[in-house]
């Protein structure tokens, strides 16, 4: 079984993937980044061991991701207004930058990903959905999913 969480941004601000290395360099957990570009790319130790797996969806094959994410909404439980504030982003998000959490470095996996959305959370209009727990801004969560 795999969780994923996805990170879904309102305007994508170009960042280059070396801005994500020097971050990831700041925090000082041994990660780095491997791949090329944001189209697909995985997070490392200090081993080369990939502990996340990611890759950025932008344009057309966006939408159907956040067509898929917005059909999803009513499985979750939150307020009228915490409902109405997901969907609005999703109608408006640019960009899914989707996560793999590998389950074989599950405590490695889950820290990487945190600080990949603490990056991208840096820009404003960031909301990160979870498998099995829900909708998040920031730290709080605002939506979720129902037992």
């Known amino acids: 079984?795999?969780?994923?969480?996805?990170?879904?941004?309102?305007?994508w601000p170009e960042h280059e993937l070396g801005d994500l290395?020097?971050?990831l360099r700041e925090q000082d957990e041994g990660f780095t980044v491997s791949g090329g570009d944001w189209a697909d790319f995985e997070?490392?130790?200090?081993?080369?061991?990939?502990?996340?797996?990611?890759?950025l969806t932008l344009g057309n094959e966006v939408r159907e991701e956040l067509a898929e994410l917005t059909e999803f909404l009513s499985d979750h439980e939150g307020s009228v207004a915490a409902q109405q504030k997901v969907k609005a982003h999703l109608e408006n998000a640019s960009a899914v930058v989707g996560m793999q959490v590998l389950m074989s470095r599950y405590d490695d996996s889950v820290l990487a990903a945190n600080q990949l959305i603490t990056f991208l959370e840096r820009s404003p209009g960031v909301l990160t959905q979870v498998d099995t727990v829900g909708w998040y801004d920031g730290d709080e969560l605002i939506l979720q999913e129902a037992e």
Do not use: C, E
């Open 1 to 11: 079984m795999s969780l994923y969480m996805r990170a879904v941004i309102r305007d």
């Open 21 to 23: 290395v020097a971050f």
């Open 43 to 55: 997070i490392q130790d200090l081993r080369g061991v990939a502990v996340l797996a990611a890759d």
